[in-house]
């Protein structure tokens, strides 16, 4: 499945296996995955499992996160775009479309999480043409708080989520 959304300045197109080397620079920080469960990968087989699920997401779903290339400088900042999880039960939900996003630390604060996620519910709502689209994010995550807010959805409430044991937060937006 080939994706090619572009943004002011970002690329939005389809994971790759030749992706490794940044999904294995994104996935094995820390300080990336200190509201992901604080599990970081330790090795590039992890990173490639990630990859092929996507592109299994890609072939079943007809959907899946997409690569974030920074056009200035053609580098590969993370991930960003729709998902369709139906792995695990959210707040109640165990079939729906989350907008989420994961970036390198050198490219935080630049406005990019907010700029790809305008991109992906504009993708979702007028060419998937979805009704809704959730989000969810560990409480405290600030950042990630701050961006679900200014790419459009609602804070609608916080719930426990048992499988990681964790304290999330739960967003929406409709396209009305
Ligand atoms: C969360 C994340 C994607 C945010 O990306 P980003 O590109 O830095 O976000 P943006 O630049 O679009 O910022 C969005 C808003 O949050 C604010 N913000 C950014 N970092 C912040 C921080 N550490 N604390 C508080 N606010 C912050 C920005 O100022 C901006 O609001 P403003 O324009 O009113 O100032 C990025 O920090 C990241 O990848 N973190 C690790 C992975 C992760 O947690 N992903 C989200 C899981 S739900």
Redo the contacts with the bound molecule.
Sequence with gaps: MIFNIETERLILRDMRLSDLDAMFELDSDS??????GNKPIKTGVEAQNTIESVLNQYEERGIGRWIAIEKSSGLCI?W?GIRLNTEYNMNGFTEYYDV??????P???????????KAAVDYAFNIMKLTELY????IG??????????IGLNYVEDFYFEDEKLNLRWYKIENK
């Design positions: 300080e990336v995955h200190r509201y992901l993370g960003s989420g996003y994961r970036l390198m630390k490219f935080w604060g630049k406005g990019y999480a907010t700029e790809s996620g989000a969810t994010t560990e995550n600030q950042a990630s708080h701050n961006a679900l807010l200014k």
